[in-house]
C-alpha cells in the first residue's frame, strides 16, 4: 500500500512508478500469452492469467485442427488427394499439443486446489502480493522476458520461412501462399498457373 506519512512529491514519484510498472506488467502478459510462455507467471499471483493462456492455446489448437482437417478433405488431385508425410506429422503434433494441454490444465487445477488448502489451514507458505507489491515486483522482469520471447519466436518464424521450400503443385494447380495448392477458382476455367491467382484465368 501507498505510504500517506511521505510527503506528497514523494506520493506522486510512488504513484508515477506505479504506473509505470503497470504497464510493463500488463502489456507483457498478452505477449507472454500470445508467445506460449505465460507458464512461467507466477501462479500465485497470476492464476487467472495462466487459466485463460491454457483455455486459449487448447480453443486454438482445437480450431486449428478442424481447419486442418477441412482443408485436407476439401484438396483435389488428379489421382486423389492423400495425406503427405508433412501434413500426417502436423496433424499428429496438433494432436499430442491437446493432450499436453489437457494434462497442463489437470496440473493446474492441482495447484490451485493446494494453494486453497494452504490457505484455508493458515500456513505461512503463499507469498501472495497486492497489486502494487505484484506490479513492483513483476513489472520490469515479465517486460523483459515478453520481449526476449517474442524476439525468438520472431527470429524462429523467419528462420522457418527462409529454410522450407515452396510447395511444388501438379497441373493445372498453382502454389499460393509458397506451400498451398489450389485449383483456379473461375468457372471452367482450365488453369490459372500464367496468372498466379485463382481468380484469374489465363
Given amino acids: 500500500m501507498i505510504d500517506y506519512n511521505v510527503s506528497m512529491t514523494d506520493q506522486d514519484l510512488l504513484r508515477s512508478q506505479l504506473k509505470t510498472q ?16 505465460y507458464r512461467l507467471l507466477s501462479v500465485k499471483n497470476f492464476s487467472p492469467h495462466v487459466g485463460y493462456g491454457l483455455a486459449f492455446d487448447l480453443l486454438q489448437t482445437l480450431v486449428l485442427i ?14 486423389g488427394f492423400t495425406n503427405t508425410p508433412l501434413q500426417s506429422t502436423a496433424m499428429l503434433v496438433n494432436l499430442a499439443v491437446v493432450l499436453d494441454l489437457i494434462f497442463e490444465m489437470i496440473m493446474y487445477g492441482f495447484e490451485l486446489c ?3 488448502n494452504l490457505t484455508r489451514e493458515r500456513i505461512d507458505v503463499i507469498v501472495k502480493y497486492s497489486e ?10 515479465y517486460a ?3 520481449i526476449l520471447t517474442l524476439s525468438v519466436f520472431l527470429v524462429a518464424l523467419i528462420t522457418t520461412l527462409i529454410m ?4 511444388s503443385c501438379p497441373d493445372p ?3 499460393i501462399y509458397r506451400h498451398i495448392c489450389t485449383t483456379c477458382l473461375v468457372p471452367k476455367c482450365e488453369s490459372c498457373t500464367a496468372s498466379n491467382d485463382p481468380n484469374y484465368c489465363d
Fill in 164 to 167: 522450407v521450400e515452396p510447395l
Fill in 144 to 146: 523483459k522476458l515478453a
Fill in 173 to 175: 494447380q498453382l502454389t
Fill in 132 to 141: 502494487e507489491q505484484r506490479r513492483i515486483v513483476y513489472g520490469a522482469k
Fill in 22 to 37: 503497470g504497464y510493463l506488467l500488463y502489456s507483457s502478459i498478452p505477449v507472454l500469452n500470445f508467445t506460449g510462455f
Fill in 114 to 116: 493446494q494453494l486453497h
Fill in 66 to 79: 478442424f481447419l486442418q482437417g477441412v482443408n485436407n478433405s476439401t484438396v483435389s488431385q488428379s489421382k
